[in-house]
């Protein structure tokens, strides 16, 4: 594959030094871009687009055909996993995914198996290896997966919730049940992001969407320990260079120090937390990316240049940095509100790096 010619997010990922701020947006491919609009309007579906590995690598690229990015991330979705194990992905229009066959009988958690990526996800390492070549070493590709515990969220509940009602039922009522969910989640994550990394991924992220909701105890035990179980298993060396891994709590501020004592080279940071702060709590044990609050993009170019100055300005000199956002982009966003946020970034970083 061809030599990167931009390694900026690898090396600040690692906390090596950089000359600037490298900044990508969590779902800087969707709904805000017209282009994306189009292409998904063309697949007939959001899960046909997913499945389709010309189309996938086609919406990746599109952001960075506009913006001056640092990196692509696979376009996909964390349900495809759930999906592969046999409980029936769909989505209804304006209420997003749902599973056929949700995990609510103990003879179906208990037969729940991980799937072998290679043979049931094929789709997305064909993307991946196919957005790779189309890169042809422009900028690094992201992997990712969704975290243990967002995807038994999911599986149990069958659908997106606002209390977790089933889930957090069983994880009191038969934390055994959820255990077992968990492991083979964490086996099937394992596997999944290795055969991306194996496909050419060269950094990975875990989405863990609704560890947040938990307590502090369950949050260790039931989200916590299972990221760090993915974390033991995954590949760190393809292609001659490290492959830095990022794990992301939504709600998760309250733990920051565990988090970064697992294993990863970075957190990724919601706009909950400040990030001068969240840099002085771990120190140097892991880089930092985030965390601009998606609704500073609603606000206009201004805004955006000013929350971007703010938030430079609050993590300080040196590298260990990633700019992102502190969650996906709003589909309401203005592209040139996200074209002024990024070139402020560029234009403002290198200072910090002098």
Same mark, same amino acid.
């Given at each position: 594959?061809?030599?990167?010619?931009?390694?900026?997010?690898?090396?600040?990922?690692?906390?090596?030094?950089?000359?600037?701020?490298?900044?990508?947006?969590?779902?800087?491919?969707?709904?805000?871009?017209?282009?994306?609009?189009?292409?998904?309007?063309?697949?007939?579906?959001?899960?046909?687009?997913?499945?389709?590995?010309?189309?996938?690598?086609?919406?990746?690229?599109?952001?960075?055909?506009?913006?001056?990015?640092?990196?692509?991330?696979?376009?996909?979705?964390?349900?495809?996993?759930?999906?592969?194990?046999?409980?029936?992905?769909?989505?209804?229009?304006?209420?997003?995914?749902?599973?056929?066959?949700?995990?609510?009988?103990?003879?179906?958690?208990?037969?729940?198996?991980?799937?072998?990526?290679?043979?049931?996800?094929?789709?997305?390492?064909?993307?991946?290896? =196919?957005?790779?070549?189309?890169?042809?070493? &422009?900028?690094?590709?992201? @992997?990712?997966?969704?975290?243990?515990?967002?995807?038994?969220?999911?599986?149990?509940? @069958?659908?997106? %919730? %606002?209390?977790?009602?089933?889930?957090?039922?069983?994880?009191?009522?038969?934390?055994?049940?959820?255990?077992?969910?968990?492991?083979?989640?964490?086996?099937?994550?394992?596997?999944?992001?290795?055969?991306?990394?194996?496909?050419?991924?060269?950094?990975?992220?875990?989405?863990?969407?609704?560890?947040?909701?938990?307590?502090?105890?369950?949050?260790?035990?039931?989200?916590?320990?299972?990221?760090?179980?993915?974390?033991?298993?995954?590949?760190?060396?393809?292609?001659?260079?490290?492959?830095? %891994?990022?794990?992301?709590?939504?709600?998760? %501020?309250?733990?920051?120090?565990?988090?970064?004592?697992?294993?990863?080279?970075?957190?990724?940071?919601?706009?909950?937390?400040?990030?001068?702060? &969240?840099?002085?709590?771990?120190?140097?044990?892991?880089?930092?990316?985030?965390?601009?609050?998606?609704?500073?993009?609603?606000? @206009?170019? =201004?805004?955006?240049?000013?929350?971007?100055?703010?938030?430079?300005?609050?993590?300080?000199?040196?590298? @260990?940095?990633?700019?992102?956002?502190?969650?996906?982009?709003?589909?309401?966003?203005?592209?040139?509100?996200?074209?002024?946020?990024?070139?402020?970034?560029?234009?403002?970083?290198? &200072?910090?790096?002098?």
């Amino acid at each position: 594959m061809s030599a990167l010619k931009n390694d900026t997010l690898l090396r600040a990922l690692l906390r090596e030094p950089v000359a600037y701020t490298p900044v990508w947006l969590m779902r800087q491919a969707g709904r805000y871009l017209p282009e994306y609009n189009a292409t998904r309007a063309r697949a007939g579906s959001f899960l046909a687009l997913c499945r389709n590995p010309d189309l996938a690598t086609e919406v990746t690229l599109q952001p960075l055909a506009r913006f001056a990015l640092d990196a692509a991330i696979l376009f996909s979705d964390i349900l495809t996993v759930p999906d592969a194990m046999g409980l029936g992905l769909y989505f209804v229009e304006g209420e997003g995914p749902r599973f056929e066959r949700p995990l609510r009988e103990e003879w179906a958690i208990r037969d729940l198996r991980a799937p072998d990526p290679v043979a049931h996800l094929g789709y997305v390492l064909d993307a991946v290896r =196919q957005i790779r070549r189309a890169l042809d070493g &422009a900028v690094p590709l992201i @992997g990712f997966s969704g975290s243990p515990y967002t995807l038994a969220c999911y599986m149990v509940e @069958g659908e997106s %919730s %606002s209390d977790f009602r089933h889930t957090k039922t069983l994880l009191y009522r038969r934390p055994d049940l959820l255990h077992r969910i968990l492991e083979v989640n964490a086996r099937a994550v394992t596997d999944y992001l290795n055969a991306q990394i194996e496909a050419g991924a060269q950094a990975v992220m875990i989405f863990d969407t609704w560890g947040g909701a938990l307590t502090p105890h369950a949050y260790r035990e039931f989200s916590l320990a299972y990221m760090g179980r993915v974390l033991d298993g995954l590949k760190r060396e393809r292609e001659g260079r490290r492959v830095p %891994s990022v794990i992301f709590t939504k709600g998760g %501020s309250l733990w920051l120090e565990d988090m970064a004592a697992i294993g990863c080279d970075a957190l990724g940071l919601d706009w909950s937390v400040d990030l001068g702060s &969240a840099r002085r709590r771990v120190g140097d044990k892991v880089a930092l990316q985030g965390n601009l609050d998606p609704a500073v993009l609603l606000g @206009g170019a =201004q805004a955006a240049e000013s929350e971007a100055a703010r938030l430079l300005a609050a993590y300080g000199q040196g590298s @260990g940095h990633v700019f992102n956002l502190g969650h996906g982009i709003s589909q309401y966003t203005v592209p040139e509100n996200v074209s002024a946020l990024v070139d402020a970034v560029r234009r403002l970083s290198p &200072a910090y790096h002098a």
